[in-house]
């Protein structure tokens, strides 16, 4: 019944190395988010896609590069991981009608890059 | 482009007092407005929104936000906070189709016995 599931929920990694976060929604949205909390619980979007074509992309390092292979999934793979990429990652995902619009969250992502 | 502000960083109260949280946004058109709630170690839950009509908006866990255009404020608000409450509270701005939702930078709640 999980509306917005990432993989994993706990990343330990060093720095140097790549990784990637998943994302799956089954709410049959058409739109998808990567969202990045800082330890000062400050979120800040980092990436949307609507019908698997980005739409946003801020001011992230080009190390962070999104996946979507299709509407239900969005991939986060980041390489040469830094120590200031820890941080808790969450994804999220909407539908954009005329009259509704509401993101539903994952549980997040916590990477810690040592 | 859109903000939010939330000017209160953190807010103690006590078990069974009143409580409200302060939320001002920065946009051009009718914004969609929402506040959203975090546990400590979960994600992100909604506790109301506002698009258009009634002003003020019933949520979840007895909460209410209030759509106030002349002031740009979407405050929101509880008669009687429970030790469950305390958690980081998060109002977000957002636009139809082009655009997504931006995130205010959180008010941390603590509720004293």
């Known amino acids: 019944d999980t509306a917005v599931s990432q993989t994993p929920k706990y990343l330990v990694t060093q720095m140097g190395n790549d990784k990637s976060i998943k994302c799956e929604q089954n709410l049959g949205h058409d739109t998808m988010y990567w969202y990045k909390q800082d330890s000062k619980k400050f979120l800040k979007i980092m990436f949307s896609?609507?019908?698997?074509?980005?739409?946003i992309n801020e001011t992230v390092p080009n190390r962070f590069s999104p996946k979507s292979p299709d509407k239900a999934h969005l991939n986060l793979h980041i390489n040469s991981l830094e120590l200031g990429d820890s941080a808790v990652y969450f994804c999220a995902s909407s539908l954009w009608t005329d009259t509704n619009t509401e993101a539903f969250f994952g549980q997040g992502t916590r990477l810690t890059v040592v | 482009a859109q903000s939010v502000t939330q000017p209160d960083i953190h807010i103690t109260v006590s078990e069974g007092a009143s409580l409200e949280l302060r939320c001002n946004y920065s946009?051009?058109?009718?914004?969609?407005l929402f506040w959203y709630v975090q546990s400590p170690g979960q994600g992100l839950q909604l506790l109301l929104k506002y698009f258009s009509g009634d002003t003020l908006v019933q949520g979840i866990k007895g909460f209410e936000a209030e759509f106030k255009r002349s002031q740009s404020s979407f405050n929101l608000r509880k008669p009687s906070v429970h030790w469950s409450d305390a958690a980081e509270y998060f109002c977000?701005?957002?636009?139809?189709?082009?655009?997504?939702?931006?995130f205010g930078a959180g008010t941390r709640l603590t509720v004293k016995p």
């Open positions: 946009y051009g058109a009718t914004p969609y």
């Open positions: 896609y609507n019908n698997k074509e980005l739409i």
């Open positions: 977000a701005v957002g636009a139809r189709f082009e655009d997504d939702m931006r």
